[in-house]
């Protein structure tokens, strides 16, 4: 039977829905790891992982903590972006022995079910600023407020939140738990969602109840936008990048050119996102610049250097700027991260061409000039040559420079039996 290509559209559009059916009915637990210091870069991740878990039909959203602290705003980005999930929220501070302080404490307490492993600490929520612990109450009532809500809407101790502010009180698992600031400790994520299964959650979306027994636990592993961000995030790595970036941009105007002055921008925006610019914007400033350098390639011919650069940006661009689908699409994660690898595919190939053209160029420029074809036959001179010492003769219509073994006098017919180099050597014809 032949297959008509509307049928195998239609048959391919089946599988592709039954395999979404299959992905969706599966019972799953999106497992979200926090480790290290707080910033842009984990709330970035966070996002992509909330957006995910509520496309991709997961039950619940697992994210185990292990963290100083970190940034306000991030930490406070990070707070609304839970809050808006449809998919509850369980926070779990692991390994046992780790600790979830300052940061970690309001992320744990804003979670719709919290927990703890044995010998882990919260607490020290006070903001700081600096070394300096920040007194401003406007600021702190702010926080005891927050701290205060998430207490109240998840039927935990207001008064213990809101002491980890105002007191610094550090708590390990068992006085957490007895302090009504926690639901449960368990030694690891499995014992966790056995321990949370058919338990009953208050969310800003209603009451949910936890589905989480014999569930497949998937761990969301950071992409390249995420890893990029964590570098760029580095305090010592985002101040070296600005001050490099604007060094290079005034050595640029006190030399007149592109190089400096390009090099200087793109460091001067990574340093801004890794201090937290916007991403998104400083991903399209990216790709502007990446794609004036390979215009300039193309209509300047500047031996594949412009061109090269123009795609390493314009990749770097893309990378901070292509996160998750911009809407639900009707294809798998799977489809979705081949398709961003094509791309990168794409953008990998134009580099080694631009490549290619750059090595071609240098190795041409490192040869010595080489004529393939000397003129033959009989010339005249033009100047009085002396032995040892060069004029000129003309030979087919052209000039050449000539050196002889015997003093030739102007306007003599001559005869090329040599060169040397890209000159020739010649001999006079005698009647």
């Known amino acids: 039977m032949l297959i008509t290509p509307i049928m195998a559209l239609w048959i391919i559009s089946f599988s592709i829905g039954f395999s979404i059916a299959k992905e969706q009915m599966e019972n799953k637990v999106l497992w979200v790891k926090i480790d290290g210091t707080i910033t842009q870069a984990t709330a970035d991740f966070v996002n992509i992982a909330i957006n995910h878990a509520n496309e991709g039909g997961y039950s619940a959203i697992l994210l185990t903590l292990n963290t100083p602290g970190g940034l306000l705003d991030s930490t406070l980005n990070i707070i609304d972006k839970m809050q808006s999930s449809n998919v509850p929220i369980i926070a779990y501070v692991y390994p046992p022995g780790s600790n979830a302080w300052s940061a970690g404490t309001y992320i744990l307490m804003a979670s719709d079910y919290a927990a703890m492993a044995p010998y882990t600490i919260i607490g020290s929520a006070q903001p700081i ?147 937290g610019f916007n991403v ?21 011919h500047a031996h594949g250097v412009a061109g090269i650069g123009g795609v390493i940006i314009m990749s770097i661009g893309a990378i901070l700027l292509v996160s998750v689908p911009p809407a639900p699409l009707l294809v798998s994660s799977e489809w979705f991260t081949a398709f961003l690898f094509t791309i990168l595919g794409i953008i990998a190939v134009i580099t080694i061409f631009f490549g290619v053209i750059a090595y071609k160029v240098i190795k041409i420029r490192k040869k010595k000039p080489v004529l393939d074809k000397f003129p033959s036959g009989y010339g005249r001179t033009v100047d009085s040559i002396k032995p040892g010492e060069y004029g000129y003769i003309i030979i087919n219509g052209e000039y050449w420079l000539a050196t002889s073994k015997t003093p030739i006098n102007a306007g003599k017919e001559v005869k090329v039996i040599g060169n040397d180099g890209h000159k020739l050597i010649i001999e006079e014809v005698y009647d």
């Open 129 to 275: 600023s600096g070394l300096t612990p920040i007194t401003d109450e406007k600021i702190i009532n702010a926080l005891i407020a927050k701290m205060e809500s998430f207490a109240k809407l998840h039927g935990r101790n207001e008064t213990q939140a809101i002491r980890f502010i105002t007191h610094n009180d550090n708590l390990d698992s068992y006085k957490a738990l007895s302090s009504h600031v926690i639901e449960a400790i368990a030694l690891n994520p499995y014992e966790l969602l056995e321990i949370a299964d058919g338990k009953k959650v208050n969310t800003l979306h209603g009451e949910k109840v936890l589905n989480t027994k014999d569930v497949n636990l998937v761990e969301l592993t950071p992409g390249p936008r995420t890893i990029l961000l964590q570098i760029l995030s580095d305090p010592t790595i985002s101040t070296l990048l600005i001050t490099l970036g604007i060094l290079a941009i005034l050595l640029g105007l006190s030399s007149p050119g592109w190089g400096a002055e390009v090099l200087g921008s793109v460091m001067l925006i990574l340093g801004l996102i890794g201090t």
């Open 280 to 300: 998104n914007y400083g991903a399209l400033f990216l790709l502007i610049i990446g794609a004036g350098l390979v215009l300039i390639e193309v209509y300047s």
